[in-house]
């Protein structure tokens, strides 16, 4: 009898336990659904539903058809009309367990394209996260062509306002306003966080910025007189054109020439500023034609390994990385074709004539793009002092083999704000990590996984692993982060130092030395 009552009772509980569990879920999906009738500033919900992860979602808009939703949470689909002419597209993550932090994110390239990849990678971590389309759809710089309020949503206005919006509707599901807001973004979206904190300080307790896109007008005009360094965009019969396979080859001899430079030959230029790449030995000897390079091509590398400098003389933007162009990254800007990033810039946003064709760019073009400076998008300002003052803390990291964006140009930027501020460190709000190794953003040999963006970057989840949780023990528990460790495809871990410290090698391991 006492194990038939002990069943029993063991029975009632676990359909108690069901019934909450069916209750708690019903009053979740109420929840979200209600959202659809909250009436918010030029904002219209168009659709609430509580999706139970893991799960498969469909997608708006031309860049992708489906997302990957990995945990249970309230799905909030809205858009803000940011003028007559212009709107932004937004999705709010809600998940079920939430810890009371709010995350906005960013974009890339020219897009566009609403980040899904890390609105499951922010609700994994029991962030409410919001992601937009960042005042259009797709990757194409067409839609800027005579639409300024469009390009004012892509230079400064979609976070803000995907922030301020985002965080009324956290507030009306949860029933309470969020406990601390975050930034994460990389790219364009470093550079949309670096803008945030410059134009609208209040948005975010503490940001995270990769890569950033800052510089903005010059980033462009570099990328473009890089692919005309090499004949673009006709570089049929130019004597400056290099071919893919040649690239290999510089790439072997880069590496040759600057790998030890650190110490030890392990595939890695832990400081790119120290190598000074002599492409001339490989120039062709007497009767060579394959595997080497011609004087004129010589010419060529001498100025792609070097800085711009405008028509006075004064540094526009900073030398492309040697390493970057292993791998066949090269191709991205050395091609023969003019990148399309600069290349839709220019032709619907500088010039506004879609049939400019880059035959005559030059550096007085490069030039007239900073003096327009389209939507204020230049991002080169050191006056991070109002963020400061509130108690903001931006983390920031570049890849030393960024293929896309010179690593340099965050140097640049740090001591922008230094010299502004007139504060020889920035430590105590504003933090660079330069990542050996590293693509764009993610990739390459280089300890390149710490928690910057998607869930497979979380290699380790521990603050001292993931840039987002050591952005969020620096706003919440005064703990900054020294350094940040990494890890690299084949598991292996090193340690990334913050600027201006340098990585040392010592003995078998890299630390970090003032």
């Given at each position: ?6 069943r029993?009772?063991l ?20 929840a979200?659904?209600?959202?659809v ?6 904002t219209t919900i ?5 999706v139970l992860?893991?799960?498969?979602v469909?997608?708006?808009?031309s ?8 945990s249970?949470l ?8 940011t ?5 932004v ?10 810890f009371g932090r709010f995350?906005?994110?960013?974009n ?10 890390n609105?499951d ?12 389309d960042?005042?259009?759809?797709g990757n194409?710089?067409s839609v800027?062509l005579?639409?300024p ?16 919006i ?5 507030e009306a599901y949860?029933?309470r306003?969020?406990?601390k ?6 790219s364009t979206?470093?550079?949309q ?6 134009k ?14 800052t510089?903005f007008?010059?980033?462009?005009g570099w ?7 090499v004949?673009?965009?006709?570089p049929?019969?130019?004597?400056h054109f290099?071919?893919?396979d040649?690239?290999?080859t ?6 040759k ?5 650190d110490g ?21 000897s ?8 011609t004087s004129?091509?010589?010419?060529a ?20 990385d ?8 090269s ?8 990148l399309s990033?600069?290349?839709d ?11 400019f064709?880059?035959?005559?760019f030059d550096l007085e073009?490069?030039?007239l793009?900073?003096r327009?400076?389209p939507?204020g998008i230049?991002t080169f300002?050191g006056d991070?002092s109002?963020?400061e003052?509130r108690g903001g803390?931006f ?8 293929q896309l964006i010179?690593s340099?140009n965050?140097?640049?930027m740090?001591?922008l704000i230094s010299?502004t501020l007139?504060m020889a460190?920035?430590?105590?709000f504003y ?11 993610s990739g390459?040999p280089?300890a390149a996984?710490?928690?910057q963006?998607?869930?497979p970057s979380n290699?380790?989840n521990a603050?001292?692993n993931?840039v987002?949780?050591a952005?969020?023990d620096?706003?919440e528990?005064g703990?900054a982060p020294d350094v940040?460790?990494?890890t690299s ?5 090193r340690?990334h ?8 090698l010592?003995g078998s391991?890299?630390?970090c030395?003032a």
């Amino acid at each position: 009898m006492l194990g038939l009552g002990l069943r029993t009772l063991l029975g009632h509980f676990f359909l108690l336990t069901v019934k909450q569990a069916v209750s708690v879920e019903n009053e979740q999906t109420n929840a979200c659904a209600a959202l659809v009738d909250l009436r918010l500033e030029n904002t219209t919900i168009l659709s609430a539903g509580h999706v139970l992860g893991p799960v498969n979602v469909s997608t708006p808009g031309s860049c992708q058809s489906q997302a990957l939703v990995s945990s249970s949470l309230c799905r909030v689909q809205f858009v803000i009309n940011t003028t007559s002419t212009s709107a932004v597209h937004a999705e709010a993550w809600l998940p079920d367990t939430w810890f009371g932090r709010f995350l906005g994110l960013g974009n890339g390239g020219l897009g566009g394209c609403v980040d899904y990849t890390n609105l499951d990678y922010g609700t994994s971590l029991h962030f409410a996260s919001v992601a937009s389309d960042n005042g259009h759809d797709g990757n194409s710089g067409s839609v800027f062509l005579n639409h300024p309020e469009v390009l004012d949503d892509f230079a400064f206005r979609a976070i803000h306002v995907e922030a301020v919006i985002g965080k009324q509707i956290v507030e009306a599901y949860y029933g309470r306003p969020h406990d601390k807001s975050y930034y994460l973004g990389c790219s364009t979206g470093g550079r949309q966080g670096t803008q945030e904190a410059l134009k609208f300080p209040e948005d975010f307790d503490g940001i995270v910025a990769g890569s950033p896109a800052t510089n903005f007008n010059n980033l462009q005009g570099w990328s473009a007189i890089l692919g005309r360094f090499v004949g673009a965009p006709d570089p049929a019969g130019n004597p400056h054109f290099i071919p893919a396979d040649l690239w290999n080859t510089i790439a072997s001899e880069v590496l040759k020439q600057c790998d030890g430079l650190d110490g030890i030959e392990d595939g890695i230029i832990t400081e790119p500023d120290d190598c000074e790449f002599r492409p001339e030995a490989i120039v062709c000897s007497a009767g060579q034609t394959t595997g080497c390079l011609t004087s004129a091509q010589v010419d060529a590398l001498h100025e792609i390994y070097q800085p711009v400098f405008g028509t006075s003389g004064e540094l526009l933007y900073s030398r492309y990385d040697p390493g970057a162009e292993a791998d066949g990254n090269s191709q991205i800007f050395f091609s023969g074709s003019i990148l399309s990033i600069p290349d839709d810039w220019y032709r619907f946003v500088v010039v506004n004539d879609s049939n400019f064709n880059f035959e005559n760019f030059d550096l007085e073009t490069i030039e007239l793009g900073d003096r327009i400076n389209p939507g204020g998008i230049e991002t080169f300002n050191g006056d991070l002092s109002s963020f400061e003052a509130r108690g903001g803390k931006f983390l920031t990291y570049h890849g030393r083999r960024d293929q896309l964006i010179a690593s340099g140009n965050s140097k640049r930027m740090y001591n922008l704000i230094s010299q502004t501020l007139s504060m020889a460190s920035l430590d105590s709000f504003y933090r660079l990590f330069l990542i050996p190794g590293m693509n764009h953003c993610s990739g390459g040999p280089g300890a390149a996984a710490f928690g910057q963006g998607g869930i497979p970057s979380n290699a380790v989840n521990a603050s001292t692993n993931n840039v987002l949780l050591a952005i969020v023990d620096w706003v919440e528990g005064g703990i900054a982060p020294d350094v940040i460790i990494g890890t690299s495809i084949d598991g292996q871990a090193r340690t990334h130092c913050r600027y201006p410290q340098r990585s040392v090698l010592n003995g078998s391991q890299f630390i970090c030395e003032a």
